[in-house]
């Protein structure tokens, strides 16, 4: 098995270095630097006995065996798709599928073709599967291979478009599948699929994946061997992905708000008014303007990610991200599925709001603001637009986004929950990876909360 990538990692990921030390402060420097020093040399351990062991399984078993394919659904014909010349042609089958389905913007072709675009630049780590159903389209499932890691120590896992990289800008990635099919039966193909090839055509570790609400749970029994000598697929829950939702009225039924958040918009609008200067909310949302206005909408979240004194505020927009989320947005919008809402004062848009929208709902994405409009309660402002229009034009729900916080809490208590999960390969090459893995990434993890719920100092 080899474990180092097949291109340049940063091509991939953002640069990760192993043995990075946890963050740190006064009060914490000594254990987390004690912490971080025996997670580098349990890795170098681990690396040491993997290579010998790797070694060693592979002289015993050779190079990986082709492995058996799993009986499957007759009623679906499934296959991968491993060219960005093949998935661009499929958009027409997509979107009607798209449009046929619950519509969640992250499964959106024009999102997810400018993510691959973006992220994804050799053919060969596209593992977009498609299910049919007597040659009629029924379900996608978007993946590519991603490398993780470096130095001798790299880890290959498949995920969803949108995951790992850019995940807190697409925060839904999941299966799709036709209304009229049976879900569990689309994703189970999909997922078998996967699990039978990807291992050898790819020599991934493990597969991950984020379900549904159609699909509640990932099952082990879809993944049964062939044979009693073949060892199942290891299953492993995920923490879920969580979203706060604001349920909808419908119109003309007023739209109920708890009495802190009724309070934010009245003084909103109170403060603005007592400028003397004249202002406005609104949505930009034809193809002419909203290149202009995601420009805006950059500065001002670049902006509100350097404010002091405030909880730290990821910019999410660096990188390659950028360019992605342009593309991508001016595509949606193009097509009524995206508008960027502003807050003008006097002529100036001090504070702006990216949402996705499709028949049922509207989708929170990213924002930004200026530094002077913070004492405006601008947000509240503008969510509370956008819940308005979205009721006037039959949404029945507000997703404030992945992530509870307090400032979501505010506006509603119904958190949605969307399971996640890895799916190992039964061979040892695999769980040993992701046996040196998993340690890795809870320690990463940990340092990702920590910057999040940090405030930022001023000068």
């Known amino acids: 098995m080899s474990v180092l990538p097949r291109r340049p990692v940063s091509a991939v990921l953002p640069p990760v270095m192993l043995t990075q030390a946890l963050p740190t402060s006064a009060s914490t420097a000594r254990p987390l630097a004690d912490g971080a020093a025996g997670l580098a040399r349990s890795l170098a351990g681990a690396r040491s006995v993997g290579r010998a062991l790797v070694t060693t399984a592979r002289q015993r078993l ?22 960005h010349a093949e998935i661009a042609a499929l958009r027409p089958e997509w979107e009607r599928l798209y449009e046929a389905g619950h519509q969640n ?6 999102w997810l073709l400018a993510w691959a675009r973006t992220y994804v630049p050799v053919d060969d780590d596209l593992w977009v599967v498609t299910v049919r159903r007597e040659g009629r389209l029924v379900g996608v499932l978007p993946c590519y291979l991603a490398t993780i890691g470096r130095h001798g120590l790299a ?3 498949i995920q969803l478009f949108g995951c790992l990289i850019t995940s807190g800008i697409t925060e ?39 379900l549904d609400r159609d699909v509640p749970w990932l099952e082990a029994q879809w993944f049964r061997p062939t044979s009693a000598a073949e060892h199942p697929p290891t299953i492993m829950g995920k923490a879920p992905r969580a979203v706060v939702t604001l349920p909808l009225p419908t119109a003309p039924e007023p739209l109920v ?9 009245r003084r909103a609008r109170n403060r603005l008014t007592k400028t003397g200067k004249p202002w406005s909310v609104r949505a930009v949302t034809g193809k002419e303007e909203i290149a202009a206005a995601f420009e805006t909408l950059r500065q001002l979240h670049t902006a509100r990610s350097a404010l002091t004194g405030k909880e730290s505020h990821m910019n999410s927009l660096t990188g390659l991200a950028e360019p992605f989320l342009r593309e991508a947005v001016v595509d949606l919008a193009g097509r009524g599925r995206a508008a960027i809402y502003q807050l003008e004062l006097d002529g100036e848009v001090i504070a702006t709001q990216l949402v996705l929208t499709n028949t049922r709902a509207s989708y ?3 924002s930004g603001l200026s530094a002077e409009a913070w004492n405006y309660s601008p ?15 039959g949404a029945d729900r507000l997703h404030l986004s992945a992530g509870p916080d307090e400032a979501k809490l505010r506006w509603s208590e119904q958190v949605d929950y969307y399971p996640q999960f890895l799916v190992v390969p039964p061979t040892p090459a695999a769980r040993l990876a992701f046996a040196a893995y998993w340690p890795l990434s809870a320690a990463l993890r940990y340092r990702r909360e920590f910057h999040l719920h940090t405030i930022r100092g001023g000068d």
């Open 257 to 265: 708000l708890k009495r802190n958040v009724k309070e934010s918009v």
């Open 379 to 393: 947000m509240a402002l503008i969510i509370h637009t956008v819940a308005t229009d979205a009721i006037a034009r």
């Open 105 to 110: 913007p992250f499964n959106d072709p024009g």
């Open 172 to 210: 839904l990635p999941s299966p799709l599948t036709h209304p009229g099919e049976d879900p569990r039966g689309v994703t189970r193909t999909a997922l078998r699929y996967l699990i039978d090839r990807a291992p050898v055509d790819a020599r991934a570790h493990w597969i991950e994946i984020t």
């Open 364 to 366: 929170l994405s990213v």
């Open 155 to 157: 880890f290959r896992s």
């Open 62 to 83: 050779g190079a990986p065996a082709e492995v058996a394919e799993r009986p499957g659904d007759e009623r679906y014909e499934v296959g991968r798709l491993a060219s």
